[in-house]
């Protein structure tokens, strides 16, 4: 009986953290990318300037100096006046994953209302090699396609970095 109930308790403390896992999923735009109409996780209604930065490196240093860009531009004109994403594909994604030595920058910088998107084919070949899909940062937006998303936001004015 012991081992029953022993059993049945870790068989709940499973469930939940299945559960807390499928609550604190990525945002998604699998299903809603649209080419024609962006959308975005948080509104910029005054922002007069928007930027898109690609991160397709495995370069830490490279990470760093995109960051950089990041703050130096909400800096030089203020989380109200710029719209920022950060768009990650290829050897680039490994900034957006869990453990990354960059997460509390991208999670003060996502406070400040910086997108992070996460190319999703480039999750699916990471998923091959892995037998999972990589396990990403929790402000981390799940795209179909990082460069697709970079022609989106450049056909609608967002000026194109890479660093």
């Known amino acids: 009986m012991r081992r029953l109930v022993q059993a049945a308790a870790g068989g709940l403390i499973l469930l939940g953290a299945a559960l807390s896992g499928a609550a604190r999923a990525n ?8 080419l024609n109409h962006p959308e975005f996780i948080s509104s910029h209604p005054f922002a007069t300037t928007h930027v ?9 240093a490279v990470w760093t100096l995109a960051l950089n860009n990041v703050e130096n531009l909400l800096g030089s004109l203020g989380q109200n006046r710029i719209q920022i994403v950060v768009v990650a594909f290829g050897p680039g994604l490994r900034i957006l994953l869990a453990g990354s ?3 509390a920058r991208i999670q003060a910088m996502s406070v400040e209302g910086v997108e992070f998107d996460a190319c999703h084919n480039t999750m699916e070949r990471m998923a091959k090699k892995l037998g999972h899909l990589p396990v990403l940062l929790p402000q981390a937006v799940i795209v179909p396609s990082g460069v697709l998303r970079i022609i989106q936001l450049e056909t609608h004015g967002f000026t194109y970095i890479r660093p």
Request: charged letters at 15%; hydrophobic letters at 40%; a negative charge.
């Open 101 to 103: 030595p960059d997460a």
């Open 27 to 34: 945002p998604s735009m699998l299903r809603t990318f649209n």
């Open 52 to 60: 898109v930065i690609q991160v397709s490196e495995a370069s830490p």
